[in-house]
């Protein structure tokens, strides 16, 4: 059995990402991660505890800071299903998923 990652392509620009989105104020980081996926590619997956990475960055030109958090899942059951948001989405090993991700900071992961 290979490991595959599952990223997906937006409607709106040509990017090509993990899975991702905004906790909400009553979710924990991982709550939100199991949210975002199934909304957006109807998957249901269990986080992996030993991995969690962090990315902050400075907007350019402004003073907006953000933290990314990365985690691993595995998919548990099911065919992906795309939002209305997305375009389309890979299942690749890690060398293609590296090479297909659009943002730098995905790609240190």
Do not use: C
Request: charged content about 25%.
């Amino acid at each position: 059995m290979s490991i595959e990652f599952l990223i997906v392509h937006q409607q709106q620009g040509d990017h090509w990402f993990f899975s991702k989105g905004h906790v909400e104020k009553w979710e924990t980081e991982q709550e939100t991660a199991l949210r975002e996926i199934n909304e957006e590619v109807w998957l249901s997956v269990t986080i992996i505890p030993w991995f969690r990475e962090t990315y902050s960055y400075e907007i350019v030109s402004s003073d907006i800071k953000k933290t990314v958090v990365f985690f691993l899942a595995e998919a548990k059951f099911g065919d992906v299903t795309l939002s209305d948001e997305l375009q389309n989405a890979l299942r690749l090993d890690y060398e293609q998923a590296i090479q297909q991700l659009t943002y730098m900071i995905q790609k240190r992961y």
